[in-house]
């Protein structure tokens, strides 16, 4: 006599296949106007989190929660904790999330007056997202050079101040850095207004990233 396999077990058989198929790792790249694209002449294929898509495949989602303008500082101009992308980023339940934030934060009226609240802010978004999951692996970005003080970002605080911060913070944390400062140091052919890379400069930035996954 052959044993039937019941209804109710096939079906949850053939959803837990699916599940398991089409599961994806979530990478969310949370940052400012140069995670956003702006700039790039069809910013919706070409920015650097798109690039990294492409690259990455189907086994990743990479979705871009850039927001121009916005600051790390809770207290800047523009903070970025009162987005809506940032509540999107946090629906989005991400596995990986790659930060890059503070080229705003180097505007004069914030630094000068907010910068001893930079670390302890930035401490707080990463405690925001490893309290969603405490699995979620952070990454954080050292943001590119600021080639011109063009809208009052200063390239000395970038360079001299803030990158000390954002190393401190990695390193007390256990996380890893994402060096772009490094990246485009003597490089500004990549950034025509000074601060937004184009689109040649978003595919050197994929592939900085992108190498983080294909060398697990």
Same mark, same amino acid.
Not at 19 to 24: F, G, P, V
Not at 48 to 74: D, H, M, R, W
Not at 208 to 215: Q, R, T
């Given at each position: 006599?052959? =044993? ?8 949850? +058989? ?11 790792? *979530? +990478? ?12 790039? +002449? ?12 492409? *690259?990455?495949?189907? $086994? ?14 809770? %207290? ?29 934060? =180097? %505007? ?6 907010? &910068?001893?609240? /930079? ?27 600021? /080639? ?6 200063? &390239? ?10 954002? &190393? ?15 990246? /485009? ?5 990549? /950034? ?23 060398? $697990?």
């Amino acid at each position: 006599m052959k =044993s039937r396999i019941p209804n109710f077990l096939l079906t949850a +058989i053939f959803f837990f296949l699916i599940i398991s198929c089409s599961t994806a790792t *979530k +990478i969310a790249c949370v940052g400012d106007s140069i995670t956003y694209g702006s700039g790039i +002449i069809e910013r919706d294929s070409l920015s650097y989190p798109k690039q990294l898509q492409n *690259k990455l495949g189907k $086994k990743y989602e990479v979705q871009n929660f850039g927001v121009s303008g916005a600051t790390l500082l809770k %207290k800047g101009d523009k903070p970025y904790w009162e987005q809506p992308e940032f509540k999107s980023a946090k629906e989005f339940m991400p596995d990986v999330v790659i930060i890059m934030l503070g080229t705003n934060d =180097s %505007k004069t009226f914030n630094w000068e007056i907010y &910068k001893n609240e /930079f670390k302890s802010d930035y401490n707080s978004m990463i405690q925001t997202f490893k309290k969603l999951n405490p699995k979620t692996k952070i990454y954080i970005g050292l943001p590119p050079p600021v /080639f011109e003080n063009r809208w009052d970002m200063q &390239k000395t605080v970038v360079e001299f101040e803030m990158l000390i911060i954002l &190393k401190k913070v990695a390193a007390e944390n256990g996380f890893k850095t994402i060096d772009f400062f490094s990246l /485009f140091q003597g490089n500004s052919i990549y /950034f025509p207004d000074g601060v937004h890379p184009n689109s040649e400069g978003a595919k050197i930035m994929a592939d900085e990233v992108s190498i983080l996954f294909f060398n $697990k």
